[in-house]
């Protein structure tokens, strides 16, 4: 699996606006429910602050390929002023498990480089295995905008972490 990623721009709005209004994917996305639809103006607004997060911070989201064709999208952000780790794939993507979480975060050392990082995922996504076999700890369960999630973390997110 070759994997390529590359900063979100506004060509991407079709196949975000895709990926974010397929069902499977948003019951996996609490605070969609109050968004309704993502339309293409909201998501070429979400691109536009994701742009400029990187202009801010360094980094930010990014658009991910595999073997060329668009699965997701993710990276890093800021989060209550920590660095959060995000990652929101097409289903047929997700069956890839440790190895794409791998791959991505290996990108996202290389780019962002070692330490503390958050992973925030929603009640309905259990994602602990996957993110502890990699050393993330189950830490608390934060409320966002009125919804509950599951907030882990790794300390020191290195190379080593992922081997």
Known sequence: MSLSFRQLCIEDTDDVCRL??????RRHLPLASMAGSFSVEFVQ???????AHWQEHG???????????FIGWGGCQ????????VLVVQRRAMGAGLSLLKQVLEYALGEFGAGSMLVVLPLSRPGSRLLKRVGFTD??????????????????????SLA
């Open 59 to 69: 980094y930010g989201i990014w658009q991910i390929e595999r073997d060329g064709e």
């Open 20 to 25: 974010l209004n397929d069902t499977a994917i």
């Open 139 to 160: 830490e608390q369960t934060v409320r966002i905008s009125g919804c509950d999630f599951i907030q882990y973390r790794h300390p020191f997110l290195c190379e080593e």
């Open 45 to 51: 607004q979400w691109i536009a602050r994701s742009r």
């Open 78 to 85: 800021v989060f209550n002023g920590e660095r959060e780790f």
